[in-house]
């Protein structure tokens, strides 16, 4: 028995004080989300693998837990991420001709870390907006992942957004590019300019001017107006190009009071993202807090690609990087069978209050609340007194 009280690794509990804050976030963010129209959803935490991985590409299947459902002998996938699960409840079970807005939240596993730092339980939360293919939608998601996070009194923040369209475009023109595709976007999110250029002694290599428009373009990445402005001037004239660009001065003229960059080499997710990405970062927390993006493509498997735009966090990792959890005040009661005593603090309760009643030979150790008033018999009335 020695040791049986250890986690696996990257696995933590959450202590008391914690778990109210994580607790009070994901009531006052869902609240925020039906006054958006969001309506609330909660996918199974275990379904058939099939389901589970239609249209999310070979990472999240990496992540995907796998094991046997003994009822059918079929492989189940214990979730890794809640978005294709809303896909299949939109595209199959609601079935709807216009836009839907959903929202979630749920525990996810992942079967390895995404980074070193990163636990493999997360409390994923999200919004979502399917039927509506024009850039209105991003923006609304965009505005609501940043009232999310000011509603979270996270502080300074940076908005990253990016477009896979743009190195798409690209490499349409050049099949030799094409059949590195996995390479290629691998090498510009790592801006690996040398390994890029490498790869014009192998095989059947991408052409000389596709090797140096995505050299041009691992290097577009700052303001938004200067990479606009040099990505117009040095990139190909190519028409996937001039509408991903359009598409990101669109929403960053119509966020004025964000502060935004652009980097149109962070190609992550590329296979599943299908329009504009982005990636929110805050001081105080080492990656990115909030993540998401048009993925048009995802419902396809369930027989409906519906537009599709959305985000998700962890709420557990936006709670961490906050300052401490403060403890509340209580009402410290005696033990007592005085009927007088229990209508009391029963009526306090009502009021929403917290009140502790003491039990017999213990001193009252807790983590959560501090004692600053008690209930006291007072000329035959239970009376507060501060403490």
């Not at 009531?27 to 609330?40: A, F, K, N, P, Q």
């Not at 403060?326 to 033990?335: H, L, M, V």
Request: glycine share 10%; with cysteine.
């Amino acid at each position: 028995m020695k040791g049986n009280w250890l986690l696996p690794e990257q696995l933590a509990d959450i202590l008391p004080a914690e778990a109210r804050r994580i607790e009070e976030l994901r009531r006052v963010m869902l609240d925020l989300y039906r006054t958006y129209g969001y309506e609330l959803v909660a996918p199974p935490l275990v379904e058939y693998i099939d389901s589970l991985l239609s249209g999310a590409g070979t990472d999240l299947n990496l992540r995907t837990c796998k094991l046997v459902d003994q009822a059918s002998g079929r492989t189940l996938g214990v979730r890794a991420d809640m978005t294709p699960q809303v896909a299949r409840i939109d595209a199959h079970l609601l079935n709807r001709s216009g836009v839907g807005r959903f929202c979630y939240c749920g525990s996810v596993f992942h079967a390895r870390p995404v980074g070193l730092l990163d636990r493999r339980e997360l409390l994923q939360l999200g919004a979502e907006i399917y039927g509506h293919a024009g850039l209105e939608a991003d923006l609304e998601i965009l505005r609501l992942v940043m009232e999310s996070m000011r509603l979270a009194n996270v502080g300074t923040m940076r908005l990253d957004l990016s477009h896979p369209g743009v190195v798409g475009a690209i490499l349409a023109t050049d099949p030799g590019a094409a059949a590195q595709a996995d390479e290629i976007h691998r090498l510009l999110s790592e801006k690996n300019v040398p390994a890029l250029l490498a790869l014009a002694g192998q095989g059947d290599a991408p052409r000389n001017e596709t090797l140096a428009a995505l050299r041009t373009l691992a290097m577009l990445y700052g303001t938004p107006a200067d990479v606009l402005a040099e990505a117009r001037q040095t990139l190909p004239p190519l028409l996937g190009i001039a509408r991903a660009l359009d598409d990101l001065q669109a929403l960053v003229q119509a966020l004025p009071d964000i502060d935004i960059s652009l980097d149109l080499a962070d190609v992550g997710g590329y296979g599943y993202y299908s329009g504009v990405m982005f990636s929110l970062y805050a001081e105080g927390w080492h990656d990115a807090l909030v993540r998401g993006g048009r993925y048009d493509n995802i419902g396809a498997a369930f027989g409906r690609a519906r537009p599709a735009t959305g985000f998700s966090f962890d709420l557990r990792k936006v709670a961490a990087g906050l300052p401490p959890a403060r403890r509340s005040g209580a009402i410290s009661a005696p033990w007592s069978e005085d009927p007088a005593l229990a209508l009391r603090m029963q009526e306090l309760r009502r009021q929403g209050e917290i009140v502790i009643q003491l039990l017999p030979g213990h001193v009252h150790d807790q983590e959560e609340f501090f004692f600053d008033r008690e209930l006291v018999r007072q000329d035959g009335a239970w009376v507060l007194r501060q403490l």
